[in-house]
Every structure is written in C-alpha cells, then in structure tokens.
C-alpha cells in the first residue's frame, strides 16, 4: 500500500457520495432562499395592500387631539377657555357612544402603542361593570413583521379579565361590527370573570 492509499480518509465512493450531497444541500439551500424571497415579497405586498386599502379617518381626525385632552384635564386648566382638544374627546367618545349604542362611556386612557406607534390603545368604560380596550391600527405604519400583531389592520374590542390581564373578543375592518362583539362580553357566561371599572377607577 502506497502512502497516497494509506493516508487517503475516504474512497472514490465515499468522494463522490459526499460530493453528490453538498451539490444537493446547495440546491435545497438555493431553492430556500428562492423560497424564502417569495415569502418575503409576498408579505411585502399583503403589507402594502394593508396600507391603501384600510384607513380610518374617524381616528385620525380625533384621537391624538383627544389623547392630549386626557392630558390637559389631568392637570390645573382654564375652565373658562375653550379646547379643540377637549372638542376632539367628545367627538371621538360620541362615535364610540353611537356605535355601542350607550348613553354613558367615558375613555380614560389612550396612547400609541410600540415605538413605531402602529396601533391607538383606548381603555374605556360604560354603564357596564367591565373595563373594555380596544385598538385601533395605523395602517400606514404597518409593516410585514407588524401586521400580524395587528390582525391585518383590524380593530380588536376586549376587556380586562384582571388588572394586568386582556381578553381579546374579536375583531373587525368595521367599527360598527363591535357591537355584537361588545354584546357577547355582557351575555355570555364564559367572559363572567372581569376586572371592576369600580376598582379600576380606585387604583
């Protein structure tokens, strides 16, 4: 046996085998990254779709004035003087009033949610015993990683099971869909368990 036999750590077999599998591992490597292009653009176009097609203006003509309005009334202010801001919150409370069909509901806590701010964040209650939240997307910051979180851009209607504990009901591309939505909170037994709005409004 010649030292080029000796010292050889594989046969012609075990070459070409070897051989075979890296060419097929960069096939299925190549065809991943094929696949995972499509995915990506796919998404990509879901995305993009999110963004021209779902808008809600209700939102955006009321709720960053009417946020700043739960800000403004948190703190000493001119009664006398009149507020755009405070306009704003009751435009915005008065669609809320009119869709869930209510006489009493007062929002206490709005915010952007994420640092991209991609969705409104509202915490309400009525002249139910449950605290509601409900979300309201930003579709023009909605992004493929994002959209999932926001359910394509629709809006979720919860409410608080405990204090630190969310149960989200449903969703919809139409606010006026809540409704049963809401409806079902109050009726059925399975969402019995909530948080007091008595003992939210104590904390």
């Known amino acids: 046996m010649n030292n080029d036999e000796r010292y050889n750590g594989i046969t012609i077999n075990g070459a070409k085998a070897v051989a075979e599998a890296i060419e097929l591992s960069k096939y299925e490597h190549n065809e991943l990254a094929r696949h995972q292009k499509l995915c990506e653009l796919a998404d990509d176009d879901v995305a993009y779709t999110i963004r021209n097609n779902v808008n809600y203006l209700w939102a955006d003509y009321f709720f960053d004035d009417a946020m700043a309005w739960l800000s403004i009334r948190s703190k000493k ?22 869709v869930f069909q209510v006489e009493v509901l007062e929002v206490f806590n709005m915010s952007y949610e994420g640092y991209e701010q991609y969705t409104r964040w ?29 359910n394509y851009g629709k809006i979720a209607l ?15 591309y139409n606010l006026s869909e809540l409704k049963p939505i809401m409806d079902e909170i109050l009726t059925a037994e399975e969402y019995q368990k909530h948080l007091s709005a008595k003992d939210e409004k104590e904390v």
Do not use: N, W
């Not at 202010?77 to 009119?98: N, T, W």
């Open 158 to 172: 919860g409410y608080y099971q405990a204090e630190h504990s969310i149960m989200v009901c449903g969703s919809s």
């Open 77 to 98: 202010y001119d009664r006398r003087k009149k507020y755009p801001e405070k306009e704003a919150y009751e435009r915005f409370v008065g669609i809320l009033k009119e």
């Open 122 to 150: 509202i915490e309400f209650t009525t002249d139910s015993d449950y605290v509601f939240h409900m979300t309201i997307p930003v579709a023009k910051r909605i992004t493929p990683k994002l959209m999932s979180m926001v």
